[in-house]
């Protein structure tokens, strides 16, 4: 009887060493499962620090007032080339006007000079001396030197009425083709500006968006932050869990020690065995909940920060979308702002025209106030010649010569008045083609050299954005890696598995050998308090238990934290 009560003790002290052997894996199962969580942590975190320093890069270019994505030079040139191109139409229309002027007043001198030219065609004096027969040669030869006269004063109002018209007419084609190009760059200003402006809020829009987007991702980084603190909190298990196993290991050794036969004070040996055992059951249990509660805290906060990632990765993608239809709107715009200098008042044949037309205007004046002068020479002859016409004797001659005397009177009369027309109207020209020249040319010259400068900035602003597209690529890529790390990492979060399995067979190993070995009435008397009972052996009670390591360890925070309960100890 007394050898099959030793081969059983054999047994359990078997049975024992083998639970040593399969806890003393724990701490390596725990380290290599916590350390594989803390690895990835690292990279977790330095992702998205990566991901926060490029969203606040591209913030801080989006807040620049004058860099890559800033609306406000480009708004700027757009402005004042507005303000230039209104400054053209003014002046334009202020030279429609002034030229609108001088058509009416040469309309005025052909008007005029017509009914002066009907009036000009008189009967020829020498026909009417000839119808008195008798006539002496000297009355003959002046009556035809007087026709001739007159013939000379009707050419010249010919000239005069042609001149007037040519240069109302080029005038007139210069103010036709200036007031339709004015309507039309007018029209055409309208309906671009109000496509860019519509352009200019959607660019806004998309900057807005990217830089929502990127304050989004600094709010992802913050709160994965958050998340791989608490992470670090879980960690802890890992050193809890070593030494806990450890003070397992070391009570079990001892327990295996009191079951070795021979010795004294066998009853007090049992006991001591089955309350330490008692306290290792519990012990591996709490250890395996722990644990266990660590792990799943660790997996809950990798699906938080799984969602932040994910969350993350739709933020990038609607600001990469934003970035895109930036570029195409930036494209918009570039391609609206050098449109206008397809508007007709930008036509390199308009300064042309309008130069030349001055120049025929110029000259028409010029043949105009020559025949004038011409005129008013042969009017000074013709009433001289026809005051010393004999018409005694002849009273169709006489009515001639008096209507031949007030004609050239008149004409000597209203030329003066029409020379200081003419003179007007070519101080006025010089005025407008002197003004043409001095404002109207260098204001469509630094309109245009505005215009061809926008595709500079506009080129500028595209690059600011592939940069920010570029930094936006880079950054869905790794949060893309960071999201399939964190996938693989909670399949791999398994350790805590095996230890709870390898803790779980030992409590029942151990629950089997202390039925065993303790015998019916110590088995039973181990429902009570187990630390009250461990608390009659001294080197029991000062073993660290799982009780007692929780309660130091709280208490030492609570130290910590300013609450002072006198306590002495020293945290493991």
Known sequence: MSSDITSSTEESINRLQQQITALEQVPDLSKAGFMNVADHMGNFSAAFAASASRAASIRERI?????????????????????????????????????????????????????????????????????????????????AIIDNLMRQVRLLLREIVTSSQEGGNVMNHLVRRLSTDLDTSQHGLMALKKTITTTFKQMEQSVKG??????????????????????????????????????????????????????????????????????????????SADLVKAVDSLTENLDLISGETDAQKSDISQARSASMTFHQDNDNVTYHLTALLRLPIFDEGLSSEVLRTFSQAENSLFQTRRAMDMLRMTTERLEKLSDTMDTQGNERLRTLAESITMLAQRIQTETKEKNQTINTM??????????????????????????????????????????VLDQLNETFGDTHATFNQIMLLAAEMTFQKVIKRICDRSDRVLEEVLEFEAGEKLFKSLDTDITALASEFDDLASLYTMASERRVHDAALNVENGEDDDLDIELF
């Open 210 to 287: 990217m830089d929502k987007a990127c304050g989004q991702m600094e709010a992802h980084t913050d709160t994965v932050n958050t998340l791989v603190f608490e992470m670090v909190g879980s960690m802890q298990y890992d050193d809890i869990t070593a030494q806990r196993i450890g003070h397992v290991v070391e009570i079990l050794s001892q327990a295996a020690q009191k079951l070795e036969p021979g010795g004294t004070d066998k009853k007090n040996r049992k006991r001591w065995f089955a309350i330490a055992t008692q306290l290792t059951i519990n012990q591996l249990k709490e250890i």
């Open 426 to 467: 070519s101080d006025q020209i010089q005025e407008i083609s002197t003004d043409y020249a001095g404002q109207v040319t260098p204001q469509l010259m630094r309109t245009n050299s505005m215009l061809r400068r926008i595709p500079l900035t506009t080129r500028q602003m595209d690059t600011g954005n592939s940069d």
């Open 63 to 143: 807040a620049a007032d004058n860099g890559g994505l800033s609306l406000a030079p480009v708004r700027k040139d757009f402005q004042d080339i507005q303000k230039a191109i209104n400054g053209v139409f003014e002046s334009i229309d202020k030279l429609t006007e002034s030229n609108s002027q001088f058509i009416s007043r040469m309309e005025e001198i052909t008007a005029w000079a017509l009914p002066l030219e009907q009036d000009a065609f008189l009967p020829a004096m020498v026909d009417q001396i000839r119808a008195k027969g008798g006539q002496k040669v000297e009355r003959q030869s002046l009556g």
